[in-house]
T-cell receptor
């Protein structure tokens, strides 16, 4: 069956460019999460959606980061005016029900490199 | 702030049992303890979750003492393919209800040798 997919898998951006990262969760999954994972570190929570509602965005590092899930399925993470410190793997995960302590299914991630 | 502490790395050999212990002194009453596995260049994968005592599934066991301030992930008879990073997670007690975000630490890098 289809798992969580993310696109693009790799993205190279020049500093100052805007990027958009897409996440297709497992069909029917209520919850969707975005994480940022720097090299050698664990995933850092960015934001959490329950259906189309963004219930927690406390992990977004600055107002340059914006996430949406307008129809409660596909989600987009947008980073404006990218900086070198934004270079990381961005992981998306979904889970079947609401809440944050249920099994999360992760996508392969998008590796963002900002030059 | 709920925080977990795990060994940074562990070494083992094929066929051995591996136990990874995680401490979480500030675990909240309603928090579950969850373990994930991550291979290089892949997203993490759920292994097991528990609240108290012992939980076992087809890949691992999770032992949680009565005070819930620590937990131990047990991997029976590891193989080379178990080489990965293992993360122990508990809910972030700053939040409320079941929407507290999970805190991921650095994880334990397990190397299984032939």
């Amino acid at each position: 069956g289809a798992g969580v997919s993310q696109s693009p898998r790799y993205k190279v951006a020049k500093r100052g460019q805007d990027v958009a990262l897409r996440c297709d969760p497992i069909s029917g999954h209520v919850s969707l999460f975005w994480y940022q994972q720097a090299l050698g570190q664990g995933p850092e929570f960015l934001t959490y959606f329950q259906n189309e509602a963004q219930l927690d965005k406390s992990g977004l590092p600055s107002d340059r980061f914006f996430a949406e899930r307008p129809e409660g399925s596909v989600s987009t993470l947008k980073i404006q005016r990218t900086q070198q410190e934004d270079s990381a793997v961005y992981l998306c995960a979904s889970s079947l029900v609401g809440g944050t302590d249920n099994e999360q299914f992760f996508g392969p991630g998008t590796r963002l490199t900002v030059l | 702030l709920a925080k977990t502490t795990q060994p940074i790395s562990m070494d083992s050999y094929e066929g051995q049992e591996v136990n990874i212990t995680c401490s979480h002194n500030n675990i909240a009453t309603n928090d579950y303890i969850t373990w994930y596995q991550q291979f290089p260049s892949q997203g993490p994968r759920f292994i097991i979750q528990g609240y108290k005592t012992k939980v076992t599934n087809e890949v691992a066991s999770l032992f949680i003492p009565a005070d819930r301030k620590s937990s131990t992930l047990s991997l029976p008879r590891v193989s080379l393919s178990d080489t990965a990073v293992y993360y122990c997670l508990v809910g972030d007690a700053r939040g409320a209800g079941n929407n507290r975000k999970l805190i991921w630490g650095l994880g334990t890098s397990l190397a299984v040798n032939p």
